[in-house]
C-alpha cells in the first residue's frame, strides 16, 4: 500500500511564496514541488500575481500625497475633520494597495467613486493571471452565476454580451467590496487577453456619475454609478476600447 503525503494547505504554501517559511519548511515544499506538476503550477501562478502587484503598484509608494487631498486634511470645524480624515486614511491604504490617481479625476468625483476604481484594479489583476481558477462559476453555468450574485448583491444583475467586440464570458465570481458583497464578471478575447467587470452596491448615497477613465500600471478602468450601483470595467484595452465596451454595457446594465 502506498503512502501518500499529506496534503500541503492554500495558507502554507502562500507563506512558501512570499518567502515567510525558515528554510526546512520551505526545503520540504520544494522536495514536493519537484514530484507534483499540478502544486507547482499553483505556486508559479501565485508567484506571477506577485510579480504583476509589485510592478504595478510599488511606484505608489514613491508618489507624494496630491495636494487637493493633503488640502482636505485642515478644515476649520472639527466635527467635519474626522470622517474626512478617515476617508483620507482609506484612500492611502487604497493607494498603497494598488491605484494611483494621478490627479485626472474631476473634483466632484466622490471618494466611494474613485474606492470603487481601486478595487477592481486590484481585484483584476489579482484574478485575471490566474490560470486553473480565474472564476468561481464558469459561463456555461450563466444563468445560476446570474442568480446567486444578484441574490448575493441584492439587487437584479445582467451580464452584458460582448462578443461582438471579441471577448467571451468566462464567468465569475463572489468578492468581498467595501461594505458588503461585490461580483465580478471576466470575459476573454482570443489573444487570452482578460477583461473584467466589476460590480459594488453604493451605500454611502452616491449620486449617478457619468464614465470616468482612470489608469495605472498596466491597467485601465473605466467605472461608472447607476442606481446605487457600482460598474468597473478593468483590463489592459485602451480608453477608446473601453468606452466602446462601457456604453454596450452600459445599455445592458441601466434598468
Avoid: C
Avoid at 14 to 28: I, K, M, N, T, W
Avoid at 249 to 255: D, I, M, R
Amino acid at each position: 500500500m502506498s503512502h501518500q503525503p499529506p496534503p500541503i494547505s492554500d495558507d502554507t504554501l502562500h507563506a512558501y511564496v512570499d518567502g515567510r517559511l525558515d528554510a526546512a519548511h520551505s526545503a520540504e515544499i520544494e522536495t514536493r514541488l519537484a514530484t507534483d506538476a499540478t502544486l507547482s503550477a499553483r505556486v508559479q501562478a501565485w508567484r506571477e500575481q506577485n510579480q504583476a502587484l509589485h510592478a504595478l503598484f510599488d511606484p505608489v509608494l514613491d508618489e507624494p500625497v496630491p495636494a487637493r487631498l493633503a488640502q482636505t486634511l485642515a478644515p476649520p470645524a472639527r466635527a467635519r475633520w474626522l470622517p474626512i480624515a478617515a476617508a483620507i486614511g482609506w484612500l492611502a491604504v487604497g493607494g498603497i494597495l494598488g491605484w494611483t490617481v494621478h490627479g485626472k479625476l474631476e473634483p466632484a468625483t466622490p471618494i466611494e467613486a474613485v474606492a470603487l476604481a481601486q478595487r477592481a484594479a486590484v481585484a483584476h489583476v489579482v484574478y485575471a493571471s490566474e490560470v486553473q481558477h480565474p472564476v468561481e462559476v464558469k459561463a456555461d453555468q450563466e444563468q445560476h452565476l446570474v442568480h446567486w450574485l444578484s441574490k448575493r448583491l441584492g439587487t437584479e444583475l445582467r451580464v452584458p454580451d460582448l462578443n461582438r467586440f471579441g471577448y467571451q464570458l468566462v464567468g465569475g465570481r463572489l468578492l468581498p467590496g467595501d461594505k458588503g458583497p461585490a461580483a465580478q464578471f471576466m470575459y476573454q478575447e482570443a489573444r487570452g487577453t482578460r477583461l473584467t467587470l466589476y460590480v459594488a452596491i453604493q451605500t454611502d448615497g452616491t449620486q449617478e456619475t457619468a464614465f470616468r477613465y482612470e489608469t495605472g500600471e498596466g491597467v485601465n478602468v473605466l467605472y461608472w454609478v447607476d442606481h446605487r450601483r457600482g460598474f468597473a470595467l478593468a483590463g489592459e484595452a485602451d480608453r477608446a476600447t473601453l468606452l466602446r465596451l462601457g456604453h454596450a454595457a452600459y445599455e445592458t446594465l441601466s434598468f
